[in-house]
């Protein structure tokens, strides 16, 4: 009886963690990254990434994210310490272009290749 006078007065439960991990682009370690966060990051930190940034990842972990109450896939990056890790909602994948190459390009190359090195 008495405790459910008490139960009145507890505090409510924290809702669960959103699951944001499928915000993501199949990241992989060696991967290009671009930051675009406009602005500081919460919290700021002097080793955050700034909007425009190019770095290489070297690893991905997923974990929670207690600023903002949520489950999320992290990012480190190569030249920043070994325990930094940004989400990856502040990342655009840097994709290589894979145009195919002019003709005389690659006749040229086909030609140079075929020649065979002068022998000694």
Same mark, same amino acid.
């Given at each position: 009886?008495?405790?459910?006078?008490?139960?009145?007065?507890?505090?409510?439960?924290?809702?669960?963690?959103?699951?944001?991990?499928?915000?993501?682009?199949?990241?992989?370690?060696?991967?290009?990254?671009?930051?675009?966060?406009?602005?500081?990051?919460?919290?700021?930190?002097?080793?955050?990434?700034?909007?425009?940034?190019?770095?290489?990842?070297?690893?991905?972990?997923?974990?929670?994210?207690?600023?903002?109450?949520?489950?999320?896939?992290?990012?480190?990056?190569?030249?920043?310490?070994?325990?930094? *890790?940004?989400?990856?909602?502040?990342?655009?994948?840097?994709?290589? %272009?894979? !145009? $195919? =190459? +002019? *003709?005389?390009?690659?006749?040229?190359?086909?030609?140079?290749?075929? %020649?065979? !090195? $002068? =022998? +000694?």
């Amino acid at each position: 009886m008495i405790g459910r006078f008490f139960r009145r007065w507890r505090k409510p439960a924290p809702p669960p963690p959103a699951d944001h991990r499928n915000m993501n682009e199949d990241w992989a370690p060696g991967d290009l990254a671009e930051c675009i966060v406009k602005g500081p990051w919460t919290p700021s930190d002097p080793f955050d990434p700034k909007a425009g940034d190019v770095l290489r990842v070297v690893r991905i972990r997923e974990g929670y994210s207690p600023h903002f109450n949520r489950i999320v896939y992290t990012l480190s990056f190569e030249g920043k310490p070994a325990g930094y *890790a940004w989400e990856t909602v502040g990342f655009r994948k840097l994709r290589p %272009v894979q !145009e $195919p =190459a +002019e *003709a005389s390009w690659s006749a040229w190359l086909k030609n140079t290749l075929r %020649v065979p !090195e $002068p =022998a +000694e």
